[in-house]
């Protein structure tokens, strides 16, 4: 699951930064570019892309040999704790489930990448700054989440394994599955208003008790 659902994450971000980058950049053309349709198809592409992800992870679990402990040093069954438990000499299984996460993560941050650079460049020829405002507020949330998330995904399934220990392992995981689902929601709602004015009153509040 955590193989379907985490490459899913990574094509729902590409496909939000692509759905920016039409607002700012083709905002007349946004009806029909990110049509409802269109939506659909970029949904299926992505649950599609994370089963294949998913299945070359599965495949390789079954070209491991294990012969030693059977004690998982984790919290869930992720694929590097059981690749320290094989005792397989073959590298193949190994590399290959690396190779696809890492085309997905490398895929959807190119992807990323230049859709805000189209967007910093058509904010940059704004006249208004209100419009860059409104423009630089509709990114900030999705790049604090793609920053945070990619991040931590990185860490795990693209550095080598030599890298980091186990326990930091343990740590980043626990991070990009508990810690940013919860972030989220936080995260996307500052950009309304009544929460941030609800949030600067509660800081106020707080802030006027301790003085």
Same mark, same amino acid.
Request: proline share 4%; aromatic share 16%.
């Given at each position: 699951?955590?193989?379907?659902?985490?490459?899913?994450?990574? $094509?729902?971000?590409?496909?939000?930064?692509?759905?920016? $980058?039409?607002?700012?950049?083709?905002?007349?053309?946004?009806?029909?570019?990110?049509?409802?349709?269109?939506?659909?198809?970029?949904?299926?592409?992505?649950?599609?892309?994370?089963?294949?992800?998913?299945?070359?992870?599965?495949?390789?679990?079954?070209?491991?040999?294990?012969?030693?402990?059977? /004690?998982?040093?984790?919290?869930?069954?992720?694929?590097?704790?059981?690749?320290?438990?094989?005792?397989?000499?073959?590298?193949?299984?190994?590399?290959?489930?690396?190779?696809?996460?890492?085309? #997905?993560?490398?895929?959807?941050?190119?992807?990323? #990448?230049?859709?805000?650079?189209?967007?910093? #460049?058509?904010?940059?020829?704004?006249?208004?700054?209100?419009? /860059?405002?409104?423009?630089?507020?509709?990114?900030?949330?999705?790049?604090?989440?793609?920053?945070?998330?990619?991040?931590?995904?990185?860490?795990?399934?693209?550095?080598?394994?030599?890298?980091?220990?186990?326990?930091?392992?343990?740590?980043?995981?626990?991070?990009?599955?508990?810690?940013?689902?919860?972030?989220?929601?936080?995260?996307?709602?500052?950009?309304?208003?009544?929460?941030?004015?609800?949030?600067?009153?509660?800081?106020?509040?707080?802030?006027?008790? /301790? #003085?």
């Amino acid at each position: 699951s955590t193989a379907v659902f985490g490459a899913v994450e990574c $094509f729902l971000l590409a496909i939000m930064a692509y759905d920016r $980058f039409v607002a700012i950049y083709k905002p007349l053309l946004y009806s029909t570019k990110m049509s409802t349709q269109v939506c659909v198809q970029f949904l299926i592409v992505a649950y599609v892309g994370s089963f294949l992800n998913a299945s070359s992870f599965a495949i390789c679990y079954y070209f491991l040999f294990f012969c030693g402990p059977n /004690r998982v040093n984790h919290f869930f069954c992720d694929f590097a704790p059981l690749v320290e438990l094989s005792c397989s000499e073959n590298s193949i299984p190994v590399v290959v489930p690396s190779f696809t996460a890492g085309s #997905i993560i490398l895929f959807t941050v190119f992807v990323i #990448i230049v859709s805000y650079m189209y967007i910093f #460049i058509t904010i940059l020829k704004m006249r208004s700054n209100e419009g /860059r405002h409104k423009a630089f507020s509709t990114c900030s949330s999705h790049l604090t989440a793609v920053s945070l998330y990619f991040g931590t995904i990185i860490f795990i399934y693209v550095l080598p394994k030599s890298s980091y220990s186990t326990d930091q392992n343990k740590v980043v995981s626990v991070f990009y599955m508990v810690v940013i689902p919860m972030l989220n929601p936080i995260i996307y709602s500052l950009r309304n208003s009544e929460i941030k004015g609800a949030l600067k009153r509660m800081l106020g509040r707080k802030i006027f008790h /301790r #003085i």
